[in-house]
């Protein structure tokens, strides 16, 4: 019983000296880099669905549509030539939580596991940053749409 | 014949003094641009070294740094009785791959990043017993592998926290035999072996390695130190393998805390070596590569020309698989140690 308390001291001891030691993220300059540059992002998307509502007379649901699509083509792009990571490693959050981080999210694995093939690779392995995201999105608005229903009955 | 090699609970004695008569090593683009640079046998162009995935860009960077040490020794493969070594890959399949091609006998070793120190003292028990030599013993990792093992896709746009560490591209291969008087001059010399124990102290954050290998490492020191009686004094450096920035830290304060104070200014960490502070490798290069490039490069060159005389080499290994971790197993780490003599005179 000593042995065991005072090994457990031990530990805490330890991981005590863990945290005083290791160096911590830098949280205000993380947040203001993905502030500006997920700002950015919006920005960029709420010219996108302007210019095509004043130019091509889209409405405004086609409009988002269009600036989504534009978007995600972009990132996928970058993310194949190897520029989206570098962004994305300067503005942590704010290339992930935008549509922009849900392309590379789906088109980083494709690429990555392209060495095992089509189907066990690109295919099976697709979806194992997104899948996640997917399953309990789609579940928890399943969820909502269904209180919702109810709740306006 | 039991006591004569063996010394406490944990360290060996190699009595005939397996010799390194050769080392080379094959490093990737990132870590040729570090301060060893010059060093290396081999700096590849690419990271995947012209072959058509990263696994074989590894096993063709291991099958690299074999063949120049064979050359380095004179030596064909024929001559070599056994062949010791491991990676990252699971079922360390680079090692197996470079194993194939070179067609000698191999027995493969899972140490995680500690494999390179595995490699030496297992291979220096083999030949100090005179069951093979010369013994080939290597260890390589490549950081697309380890990425895609442990982490995310390359492309992946995620950030990195401070204490994470950089997997190093790069294999070792050092070639021990008994001494015998038509070698070529060897580099240097096995003394002793410290056998590392599993340690965990809780940790389980895989961003954070060197926290998780540091009680390893101060465990498997204290050992050696309670076994043999000596000074660290004695050694002219006590070199880690990949702690890092934080784990090399944590290993001067436990070791301290278990009263086995170790003098700063003998410390070395291979991962702290290989690469400059500004390429953005935060606390420093890891994996069983980087111990095994540094000593080939860095520290077997020192020793062969005198400036140091007696090292105790150490790698450290966190035995993590990521469905463990997953399962929010903690992170057991281990620790293997040979002491490395010159051979003047």
Redesign the interface.
Known sequence: MQNSSSKKHF?A???Q??QA?????KVGQ?CLRAFWVGGSICVLGQVLIDMSMYFWRFTMTQGATFASITLVGVTALL??I?V??V???YA?AG??VPIT?FA??M???A???R?EGWVLGTGARLF??AGPVLVYGISSSVLVGLIYYFLML | MRAENRMGYQTVIYKNRPQIVASACAVGPREGKGPLGEQFDLVANDADFGQESYEQAEAALLREACRICLSKAGRGEKSIEAMLGGDLLNQIMASSLAARSLKVPFLGLYGACSTMAESLLVGGMLCDGGYASPVLCTAGSHYATAERQYRFPLEYACQRTPAAQWTVTGAGAVILALPDASEKKAQACLARGCMGRVVDMGISDANNMGAAMAPAAAATLCAYFDDTKDDPKQFDRIITGDLGMVGSELLLEWTEKLGHPLPREKMMDCGLTIFDPGQDSHAGGSGCGCAASVLCAHILPKLASGEWRRVLFMATGALLSPTTSQQGETIPGIAHAVVIEGVQG
């Open positions: 530990v001891q330890y991981k000296l863990v030691i290791t160096p911590k993220s993380g993310t194949g190897g989206f990571d962004i994305g490693k942590g290339t992930v981080g590379n999210a088109v980083s694995p690429m990555e596991f060495p194992t940053i």
